[in-house]
């Protein structure tokens, strides 16, 4: 039988004097675990919410790796390249890639009787990941996009809809300049989106690949570039070397140079912006281990003092100091288990009651989402109360050496 455990439990099922000194300050102890706990399960959910959900965002109009021209993909001139049928096989026999899909950007106005706006519209074919544009969706269908037939269907953003003031179903005029003439289609708006990314919701709008390689005059065989999703973002810049090793500076049959950009490159700001936030969670960990870690050292304190009679009766009877630490240290673990059982109940449950009702608001202008994105992590939850039980014990151990200076015989005596 493990002695200090079978005391300490004794010790702490003992409910019979309500007045004792320990009473407030183990519910104290307990009410900083748990405040703790709960805090960093919140902070740590919402912090990977929040950059997941805006990284998703950036990737749905990027994916993860983009092929194109040279003077394309870091100039950000809309010149051509030949993207053929065994090109693309070849990126798709990449080691990590997941999927490849074509597309061609085309400029254009589009024109009502009441006003205008400047649009960026991207042709995408049937090999298209229509996802997150699915999941972005507030009005209307997508089209069935095509990279054989143009349909002159065209997915808008909410704010070109209510600037242009338009509605799926709607019909409209777009302009494209090139060739010194000007090129007209009417389009069929089937659907609008909303991203809240200002950046892409301004001027990026969806149609059919083949209506944008005939508006700007492309072979069959050209495109603007190539989107590439990789298996495993956390392996994205091991597959960017593939890309960078095989593909960048090797020829299309025009002499156009092949140049390949990652997502993290083309939007290295809103990346190194979500990088930030890390530095936020490391802050709130640190700081609340150290409420937890002070409020348990401080309950242990108090625990010791009361105890100071118990502790000489038992070193009397021939009990060592170790073993009277060990009684202590399990006492505190009893303490900490029932704070960090009430700091997982009440985190999780925030995280789940906002998972379910989004009942905590954003504004989407300054936040890019409408409500406060959550995201349950099981395994890195577990990894924090362990963390947690392990740092609270340890900072215990120093204190609990108080036990080795009260001797038995003044301890008789101590009221």
Partial sequence: ????????????????????????????????????????????????????????KVIGFGSHITVGRYSTVYGGDLLPIVINDSLLKAFRATPGVAHVQKYTMAQGILKTDADF????????????????????LIEGVLPKFSSKEGKQQIVVSKTMADKLNLHAGDRIFAYFLGDNNIRTRRFTITGI??????????????????????????????????????????????????????INRKQDREGNVYASLTIKESYSQIFSWLDLLDLNVWIILVLMICVAGFTMISGLLII?????????????????????????????????????????????????????????KLDPATYYVSTAPVELNIPLIILINVCTLIISVFVLIAPSYLISRIHPAKSMRYE
């Fill in 1 to 56: 039988m493990n002695f200090p455990l079978f005391i300490a439990r004794r010790i702490y099922s003992n409910q019979d004097d309500k007045h004792k000194v320990s009473r407030p300050a183990i519910l104290i102890a307990i009410l900083g675990v748990a405040i703790g706990l709960a805090v960093m399960i919140v902070s740590v959910c919402v912090i990977l919410g929040f950059k997941h959900t805006i990284r998703d």
């Fill in 304 to 360: 010791i003092l009361e105890r100071t009679s118990m502790i000489g009766i038992l070193k009397a009877l021939g009990a060592r100091n170790k073993t009277i630490r060990h009684t202590f240290l399990w006492f505190a673990v009893f303490i900490i288990g029932r704070g960090m059982l009430w700091g997982n109940i009440i985190g999780i449950g925030i995280v789940l009651l906002q998972h379910f009702t989004g009942i905590v």
């Fill in 117 to 136: 706006m400047g649009v960026m519209l991207k042709g995408v074919g049937e090999d298209y990941d229509t996802t997150f544009i699915h999941k972005n």
């Fill in 193 to 246: 989106y909303l991203s809240n990314l200002k950046k892409f919701d301004e001027v990026l709008c969806f149609t059919d690949f083949h209506t944008a390689q005939k508006l700007n005059g492309y072979d069959d065989d050209m495109a603007t570039g190539a989107e590439i999703t990789v298996k495993d973002f956390s392996e994205l810049d091991l597959v960017a070397d593939e890309f960078i090793d095989n």
